[in-house]
Each structure stands twice: as structure tokens, then as C-alpha cells.
């Protein structure tokens, strides 16, 4: 997945421009008819909890309002890792027709270039439109096993696969070393599954000089502040829930004891620092944390520029 910040700079109803971060957050959209495809979302909200990604959908229904349509769908489609798609028709009276909403949801995630995975149940015919898409058809039987894989797949083409740390530039990886923090080379397989965590909502994985502290690094100054709030909140939640499973993992034999109490002693250690642009957005993004346990530093661009110019690194 590429790393730089892409915004929605242009509204596509003539609004101020809104400056959601397209992919910012591990979720997915899921467009759909509500009196046809209710128990297809069931089983797709399912499949992506397992995996730890965000299900949003609208319901098909669109409430009257321009702000309304963008803080439900037009909002949620950009921010979503990857979207899902249900083209199955409804039946109006006698007749059997497509779902208008559902088709402008589509025509959304299609016009935002999003990685979008499109279903429709066999007994449909996809509309003219569309037609040339390509589109998973499937029945009752076939749907989780089909729709499991296109997720996967989907998870696997919109996740980063390992941290580029040359889109921080010099100074920020300076900065960290100046604290104490190296990027991760994640050569072994703890590094590694850590990493992945953070790694859902956009987060570097850094090591302290011993190699036994971990610190999850967000380089987020181009992001809204509510967005980085969402994040680190999001990565507590994950973390939370995984590290509570341990426990499970032990009496299955998954995993040792030993193993368990090593990993506990990281959690109980772990940081998150995160770049924001200036004071201005540290503060906020404090506010935003009000009430969370969890260790946040939270450092800004001018931070960074002045303490690497006053160190002797260069």
C-alpha cells in the first residue's frame, strides 16, 4: 500500500473541500440493498472482525441532506482500506430492479479509485453498466468460503508489507535516534507479527537501544487530527484485545507460558510517539486522548527541525 497522504481536495457535491485521508483507517465500506442482502453483510461483518478490520455500511439507505451523505458514505468510502460491493436487485411490486444507492456507492468507490471487491448472487444479472466488471458471483453455499478469500486477498493488495523508511526523511529518523529509537528491521518473527499490528493503522515499529522496548511511531503531520486520534485509539484497541487472548493461546498450547509472560512484558513497556505538523495539533490530539492509560508522546515538524539542528549529526 503507498504511504504518502493522498486528501479528497475537490467535493464531488460542490462542498469546502473536506481533506479526508483516502485509506487512512482499517475499515471497509460494504454498499448494499438492506431488504436483499442483509444476511450476506452478517457474514461479511464477521469475516472482517476475525481480521481485525473495521465493517462500516450505510444500510443502503440514503438519509436527505448533502452533509449527512458525507459523513455516512461519501466520508466512510475514502477512508476505508478497501470497499465491498452487493449487486443483488431488489423486487419492487413484481419486477426485480437494481438498488440505486447501492450503484451510486459503486459509482463512488469507482470514481475514488478504491480496491473494491463486487458480489452478486447468481440468480442476478449484473446491469449493463457494470456489466464489464469484474464481479464474484456466487450462491447460498459458496458466499463465506468466496467472500473469506476475496478479503484475504483484499487485505493482502491494501496493507503495507514492510516499513519504507525513506518516506520519513533524514531528519525524522535523526530525531528518533536522538531519542533513543531504531526502526525495526523486523528479521525475526516476533518484530514481525508486532509490527503488523501497528501496521493496520499506519504505524512504523521502532526498537529502543537494547533491542527489549517497543515504541509504535506514527509519521502523521499531514493527517486531520481526529484521524491520528482514531488511529491510536483504534491500535490500543487491537492490542488490547490480542494480548488479552494470550492467555487462551497458553491452554491450547499455542504457546508457552514463557513465551506469554515475554510478550505481556512488552506490551506493559510499549510507547506510541507520533508526528503531528504543530503545537497547535499536539494539543488536540492530547484532547481527543483524554482518559487513555497508554503512553503517548506526542512531538511536532518544529520539534524535530530545531533538536537536529542543534545536535551535531550533520
Same mark, same amino acid.
Given at each position: 500500500?503507498?504511504?504518502? #497522504?493522498?486528501?479528497?481536495?475537490? $467535493?464531488?457535491?460542490?462542498?469546502?473541500?473536506?481533506? !479526508? #485521508?483516502? *485509506?487512512?483507517?482499517?475499515?471497509?465500506?460494504?454498499? !448494499?440493498?438492506?431488504?436483499?442482502?442483509?444476511?450476506?453483510?452478517?457474514?461479511? *461483518?464477521?469475516?472482517?472482525?476475525?481480521?481485525?478490520?473495521?465493517?462500516y455500511e450505510a444500510?443502503?439507505?440514503?438519509?436527505?441532506?448533502?452533509?449527512?451523505? $458525507?459523513?455516512? @458514505?461519501?466520508?466512510?468510502?475514502?477512508?476505508?482500506?478497501? $470497499?465491498?460491493?452487493?449487486?443483488? =436487485?431488489?423486487?419492487?411490486?413484481?419486477?426485480?430492479?437494481?438498488?440505486? =444507492?447501492?450503484?451510486?456507492? !459503486?459509482?463512488?468507490?469507482?470514481?475514488?479509485?478504491?480496491?473494491?471487491?463486487?458480489?452478486?448472487?447468481?440468480?442476478?444479472?449484473?446491469?449493463?453498466? #457494470?456489466?464489464?466488471?469484474? %464481479? @464474484?458471483?456466487? =450462491?447460498? %453455499?459458496?458466499?463465506?468460503?468466496?467472500?473469506?478469500?476475496?478479503?484475504?486477498?483484499?487485505?493482502?493488495?491494501t496493507t503495507q508489507?514492510?516499513?519504507?523508511?525513506?518516506?520519513?526523511?533524514?531528519? #525524522?529518523?535523526?530525531?528518533?535516534?536522538l531519542h533513543g529509537?531504531?526502526?525495526?528491521?523486523?528479521?525475526?518473527?516476533?518484530?514481525?507479527?508486532? !509490527?503488523?499490528?501497528?501496521?493496520?493503522?499506519?504505524?512504523?515499529? $521502532?526498537?529502543?537501544?537494547?533491542?527489549?522496548?517497543?515504541? /509504535?511511531?506514527? =509519521?502523521?503531520?499531514?493527517?486531520? +487530527?481526529?484521524? @491520528?486520534?482514531?488511529?491510536?485509539?483504534?491500535?490500543?484497541?487491537?492490542?488490547?484485545?490480542?494480548?488479552?487472548?494470550?492467555?487462551?493461546?497458553?491452554?491450547?498450547?499455542?504457546?508457552?507460558?514463557?513465551?506469554?509472560?515475554?510478550?505481556?512484558?512488552? /506490551?506493559?513497556?510499549?510507547?506510541?510517539?507520533?508526528?503531528?505538523?504543530?503545537?497547535?495539533?499536539?494539543? %488536540?490530539?492530547?484532547?481527543?486522548?483524554?482518559?487513555?492509560?497508554?503512553?503517548? +508522546?506526542?512531538?511536532?515538524?518544529?520539534?524535530? *527541525?530545531?533538536?537536529?539542528?542543534?545536535?551535531?549529526?550533520?
Open positions: 500500500m503507498d504511504n504518502r #497522504v493522498r486528501k479528497n481536495e475537490i $467535493c464531488i457535491v460542490n462542498l469546502p473541500s473536506c481533506d !479526508y #485521508v483516502f *485509506s487512512a483507517s482499517p475499515s471497509c465500506f460494504i454498499g !448494499y440493498g438492506f431488504n436483499r442482502s442483509k444476511l450476506e453483510v452478517d457474514i461479511l *461483518s464477521d469475516l472482517l472482525k476475525e481480521r481485525r478490520i473495521e465493517a444500510g443502503g439507505t440514503l438519509a436527505p441532506g448533502q452533509h449527512v451523505f $458525507c459523513q455516512k @458514505i461519501c466520508s466512510k468510502i475514502i477512508q476505508s482500506q478497501f $470497499c465491498i460491493v452487493l449487486l443483488n =436487485n431488489e423486487k419492487v411490486g413484481k419486477v426485480k430492479k437494481p438498488n440505486a =444507492n447501492v450503484h451510486m456507492e !459503486y459509482g463512488l468507490m469507482l470514481g475514488f479509485n478504491k480496491y473494491i471487491l463486487p458480489f452478486q448472487h447468481e440468480d442476478y444479472s449484473l446491469e449493463f453498466n #457494470v456489466a464489464g466488471l469484474d %464481479t @464474484i458471483k456466487y =450462491n447460498d %453455499t459458496s458466499f463465506k468460503t468466496k467472500a473469506a478469500a476475496a478479503i484475504d486477498q483484499a487485505i493482502l493488495q508489507k514492510s516499513p519504507d523508511t525513506s518516506l520519513m526523511g533524514p531528519d #525524522v529518523g535523526a530525531y528518533l535516534l529509537a531504531i526502526i525495526s528491521s523486523l528479521d525475526n518473527p516476533t518484530d514481525k507479527a508486532i !509490527y503488523q499490528i501497528g501496521s493496520l493503522c499506519g504505524f512504523y515499529l $521502532c526498537l529502543d537501544f537494547t533491542g527489549n522496548r517497543y515504541i /509504535y511511531f506514527g =509519521n502523521f503531520p499531514k493527517l486531520p +487530527t481526529s484521524v @491520528i486520534a482514531w488511529r491510536i485509539k483504534k491500535l490500543l484497541e487491537i492490542l488490547e484485545q490480542r494480548f488479552a487472548g494470550l492467555e487462551f493461546r497458553v491452554t491450547k498450547g499455542l504457546m508457552t507460558q514463557q513465551q506469554m509472560d515475554l510478550l505481556l512484558d512488552l /506490551y506493559r513497556t510499549m510507547e506510541i510517539w507520533i508526528l503531528a505538523n504543530n503545537a497547535e495539533d499536539r494539543e %488536540t490530539v492530547l484532547k481527543l486522548l483524554d482518559g487513555c492509560t497508554a503512553t503517548v +508522546t506526542v512531538f511536532t515538524v518544529a520539534d524535530v *527541525s530545531e533538536e537536529v539542528s542543534k545536535s551535531e549529526m550533520y
